[in-house]
């Protein structure tokens, strides 16, 4: 009897070492998750992508939001005013993808076939379902709200810009 109660005793201290094990393995894992590795993740190398004429146009890119302005005639619509690369690009396209009682989302985007080019200020129409009224704008990800001088400006630009 005595070489029976000895084996269970073996049995249940291997059954506790191997839960320590598991515990500390979990334990590890989950810190390194949380706080990342010490060895750098490699990045995939890009791409190339040589574009020699308009026809092979790249994917399209947001394009820069430098000012917003009210239709006068229409309350569903504002000009945007965009940063575009002189020749070097297809025509911006505006896109109202989401709009509520909140706020109205809007997407700008154009393809650039080539780099290197001069930028220069164009104007493009957004329209929304229902007059905008002052409700912000999400332009591009970058939020532009109704100053107190009826203008829109951008929502969360620094005092030194």
Known sequence: M???????????????????????????????????????????????????????????????????QAVKGNPQQVVLIVATPTGCAQEPQVVTYAEGGGAIAVRVTQRIYRSGCHLKTDSVLATA????????????GVPWTMGAD????????????
Do not use: C, D, H
């Open 2 to 68: 005595k070489a029976s109660g000895s084996a269970w005793f073996g049995y249940g201290i291997a059954v506790v070492v191997t839960f320590l094990v598991g515990m500390l393995a979990f334990t590890v894992f989950v810190l390194s998750k949380v706080f990342g590795s010490s060895a750098p993740e490699e990045k995939p190398a890009p791409e190339p992508q040589a574009v020699s004429s308009p026809s092979a146009a790249r994917r399209p890119v947001a394009v820069g939001v430098l000012e917003v």
């Open 129 to 140: 379902k229902a007059p905008i009224a002052g409700r912000p704008l999400l332009l591009n």
């Open 150 to 161: 009826g203008e829109y400006e951008q929502a969360l630009r620094t005092a030194t810009s």
